[in-house]
C-alpha cells in the first residue's frame, strides 16, 4: 500500500493486539504500533496514513477505559480498519461504537472485522487467535491496500444497533494471589487501570476490569482465581460456549 501504518490497541491480554498488528503488518508501508493499554497517549494522524484500531468486546461494548484512552487520538480524513475482538459470544454493538468513535475524531473506517480470541474465562477458543486466524487477517489487509489503491474510502455497513445496549464495564471476579508470590512487581507495574496495591496482593475491585492480565503474566503462578465460584461459572461458560464461531470481515 505504501502508506505509513500504525496499529492503535487496547490489549491487556494480547488478543486484540494480534489481530491488529497482523492486519497492520499485511498492509504494507512502514508499520508502527501505538499501545493503550495502560495509558493514553496524543497523536495525530494524516491522510497520506492508515491506522488500524484494535480493541476486546466488553459485554457487548466497547470497554469505556479504551474510549478514554483513544479520546486525543485524532485523525484528518486518515482511513483506517477498525476491528474488535470478543471470546466467541458476540461483539453486539461494540463494531458500530468503534466506527462511531473514530469517525467522529478523523478517521474514515474503510473496513472492519469483528475477531474471535481466547475468552479471559474458562476455556473458550482457547489459542485463538491461532495461525489460520491471522492467516485470515492478512488475506483481508491485501483486500483493504487493494481497495485504498483503487481510491475507495467508503465505509462498510456494520452490524450493530443506536442506541447501544448497556456494557463496557469489566467483570465480577478479581484475582487473588497465593503463597508462591516472590513480589516482583511486575503485576503492579503492568495492571492497565492501576488496581493493585505496592503490596503486590491487594486488589482494588473499584478500579479493577477483571481482564486476568496479571494471572497471564504472573511469573510464577501467584495471581489466580482457583476458587469455587469463579470455577463453577467458568466451566458452566465453557460449555455454552464451545461452538466455535467465524471471523467476520466487512468492506
Same mark, same amino acid.
Given at each position: 500500500?505504501? /502508506?505509513?501504518?500504525? #496499529?492503535? /490497541?487496547?490489549?491487556?491480554? &494480547?488478543?486484540?493486539?494480534? +489481530?491488529? *498488528? #497482523?492486519?497492520?503488518?499485511?498492509?504494507? =508501508?512502514? /508499520?508502527?504500533?501505538? &499501545?493503550?493499554? *495502560?495509558?493514553?497517549?496524543?497523536?495525530?494522524?494524516?491522510?497520506?496514513? #492508515?491506522?488500524?484500531?484494535?480493541?476486546?468486546? /466488553? =459485554?457487548?461494548?466497547?470497554?469505556? +477505559?479504551?474510549?478514554?484512552?483513544?479520546?486525543?487520538?485524532? =485523525?484528518?480524513?486518515?482511513?483506517?480498519?477498525?476491528?474488535?475482538?470478543?471470546?466467541?459470544? &458476540?461483539? &453486539?454493538?461494540?463494531?458500530?461504537?468503534? *466506527?462511531?468513535?473514530?469517525?467522529?475524531?478523523?478517521?474514515?473506517p474503510v473496513a472492519a472485522a469483528a475477531l474471535v480470541g481466547q475468552h479471559t474465562y474458562g476455556s473458550i477458543q482457547v489459542g485463538r487467535p491461532n495461525k489460520e486466524d491471522l492467516d485470515e487477517d492478512a488475506a483481508f489487509a491485501e483486500k483493504v491496500a487493494k481497495k485504498l489503491k483503487n481510491g475507495d474510502y467508503s465505509t462498510p455497513s456494520v452490524p450493530g444497533n443506536r442506541p447501544y445496549k448497556e456494557g463496557g464495564n469489566g467483570g465480577s471476579f478479581f484475582p487473588l494471589t497465593n503463597d508462591a508470590c516472590i513480589d516482583c512487581g511486575r503485576c503492579v507495574a503492568e495492571c492497565p487501570m492501576r488496581a493493585i496495591g505496592q503490596d503486590n496482593r491487594t486488589i482494588h475491585t473499584d478500579r479493577c476490569i477483571a481482564c486476568f492480565r496479571c494471572i497471564r503474566r504472573c511469573p510464577v503462578g501467584a495471581k489466580h482465581m482457583d476458587v469455587p465460584a469463579y470455577n463453577e461459572f467458568a466451566a458452566m461458560f465453557t460449555e455454552r460456549l464451545k461452538a466455535p464461531r467465524a471471523n467476520a470481515y466487512f468492506f
Open positions: 500500500m505504501g /502508506y505509513p501504518v500504525t #496499529a492503535i /490497541y487496547f490489549s491487556p491480554t &494480547d488478543t486484540s493486539r494480534k +489481530g491488529a *498488528c #497482523a492486519i497492520a503488518k499485511a498492509l504494507g =508501508g512502514t /508499520y508502527n504500533e501505538l &499501545d493503550l493499554t *495502560c495509558q493514553g497517549a496524543k497523536a495525530q494522524y494524516g491522510s497520506s496514513e #492508515a491506522v488500524v484500531f484494535g480493541a476486546p468486546v /466488553y =459485554g457487548g461494548r466497547l470497554f469505556k +477505559g479504551f474510549v478514554e484512552r483513544l479520546a486525543e487520538v485524532r =485523525g484528518e480524513k486518515t482511513p483506517c480498519i477498525i476491528t474488535v475482538t470478543y471470546g466467541n459470544r &458476540d461483539f &453486539d454493538d461494540a463494531l458500530l461504537e468503534l *466506527c462511531d468513535l473514530v469517525t467522529a475524531q478523523g478517521f474514515i
